[in-house]
Nanobody, 119 residues
Framework: VQLQASGGGLVQAGGSLRLSCAASGSSFSTYAMGWFRQAPGKEREFVARIGWFGARSHYADSVEGRFTISRDNAKNTMYLQMNSLKPEDTALYYC?????????????WGQGTLVTVSS
């Protein structure tokens, strides 16, 4: 599966953005999907993940209650709605796919989309 992330940009603290991850190839609904991010000078970290049909989702403590992950299997697309953004959310955001929701690391990765939150 090939992944293309989009939707990043510059936003003020307290604002919102929605990231999208479009998947090509077959059997999108058989992949668990996840969002990860890497801030400058830091290691990549987990943000959120969602199961095959969206029934299960998990979030990092740092984004719980502010971010919402979702997917539309008919459109082969996953989303990350980010609200109440903080400067510490600034990072390159990657989408990823794997057969297992708890895989570490995920097998397939997109190219990343940059989110910058100004204070």
């Amino acid at each position: 599966v090939q992944l293309q992330a989009s939707g990043g940009g510059l936003v003020q603290a307290g604002g919102s953005l929605r990231l999208s991850c479009a998947a090509s190839g077959s059997s999108f609904s058989t992949y668990a999907m996840g969002w990860f991010r890497q801030a400058p000078g830091k290691e990549r970290e987990f943000v959120a993940r969602i199961g095959w049909f969206g029934a299960r989702s998990h979030y990092a403590d740092s984004v719980e209650g502010r971010f919402t992950i979702s997917r539309d299997n008919a459109k082969n697309t996953m989303y990350l709605q980010m609200n109440s953004l903080k400067p510490e959310d600034t990072a390159l955001y990657y989408c990823a796919a794997d057969r297992s929701i708890f895989a570490d690391p995920y097998e397939y990765w997109g190219q990343g989309t940059l989110v910058t939150v100004s204070s």
